[in-house]
């Protein structure tokens, strides 16, 4: 049976359902809704309950409603996106195409009602399904205030996904690169510009930075990143995300001191509050890449070796590549709540044996080796690795490993992340199966 469809009569102001992403604007937008048009409110009541209770209980509520049997992500009524959409593409989108759109890029859309010529819907896991959908059949659906993004360090282990969500979101992304770079970009299709720069020079970057709302950095290089903020100041950029996604160094003042930390991400940090008169920022606190880390096998290494530091228990806040682009665009529709401090996510709270336990079980028979250490022997020996000079970059990633699992830094920001704020779900034992297994040779 195909999810029920209702025509609520004559054409009313435009009402759009929107993706998990548009969660935040929901209780504004249903109050709005509410006290704008409580006639039409009443004619959902009595033809559409289930919207009705989804609309009304969303609206007084931070979790979303459950209705149908399953957990509804997904709830938004937007006014005027219709239009949103027109003057971003020049093409009216209809109902029809706009659910087919859903439809396509959902394979578990459940419900939707049709008033004349708008629609809303309630669709469930709309945003994970997202990423499996070509491009031309992704909406564009404009959330927030900010429009233009510039970002630095689009490319390498992070920025595709940075990229491909803000896209996703509606978002007009303009890439800067390093001149003289060692790879072209290979980037998505919908990227705005591309232009080649010199970060050191904060003339080239301001130009480069014109008309720009926000400007997202994400070089590896952490310390070279002040005349990236110079420069955004100088073009009038709105918002900074300086390249943090890692380790808590805004409030751990113990992983603030490693030396990974306190010569380049800590100095940008303090050099953004100094500027914060200028210019709004936020830092996005992930913890580990979760899949990455797996592949490249940082967190455990299921393809070679894991060092195990201390007993193995301690957790530690993970995030996906794709949660950690949700939470950038999250920033971006959230401006005010996000303005000039740290945001912390996570995808989900993991000790190494978490991750060692969940491998044996999803592949039966799989035997990880290990090597035992303790948080002050892996931290004498990244000294020392640091002392001799030879190895400084393996010295610096021992420090960030430290910072995850050594004893007595805070690495693990369970129950008080943002998540739900911005629009990031933490993945459910099968989910979190389903990516680990991935990883197990
Ligand atoms: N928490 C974790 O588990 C974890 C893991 C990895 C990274 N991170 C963090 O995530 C952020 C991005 O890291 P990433 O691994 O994605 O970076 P990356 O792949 O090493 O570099 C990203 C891009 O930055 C540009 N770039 C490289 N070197 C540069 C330089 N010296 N100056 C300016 N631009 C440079 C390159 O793009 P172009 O060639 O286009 O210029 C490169 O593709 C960093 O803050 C990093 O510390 C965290």
Redesign the pocket.
Known sequence: MGPPQVDLLAPQPTYVAVGKFALGMLKDITKNLVEKDPELLARIKESEPWLFDAVTSARDSKTMPHTGGGQIETLAVEEQAVTTHKQRSNSHLSVEKQLAVWKQSSATLKRYACYGKHLAAIDIGFHRASEKIPRSGRQQVFMSSYKKVAI????????PSLVNALLDAGFEVT?L??VG???P?SLPQGVSKVIPID?TSVSSLTSALQGQDVFVS?????G?QKPLIDAAIAADVKRFLP?????DVMRDVKTAALPAFKDGKKVIQEYLKEKGDKITWTCVV????LD??LDVG?SVDLKGTTRVIDDGNKKASTTLLSDIGKAVVGVLQHPEETKNRAVYVQSASLSQNDLLEIAKKVKPGFSPKIQQTSTAQFEYDAYAKLKKGEDVDNAMMDFVFESVFGEGFASDWSGETDNALLGIKELSEPELEEVVKRYVP
């Open positions: 630095a360090g689009a490319t390498g282990n992070l920025g890439v690169t390093r770079g060692s790879k970009p970060y994400n070089i590896p290089n952490h070279d390249s943090e996604f890692g380790m992930t913890g580990l890449f990455w880390c940082f």
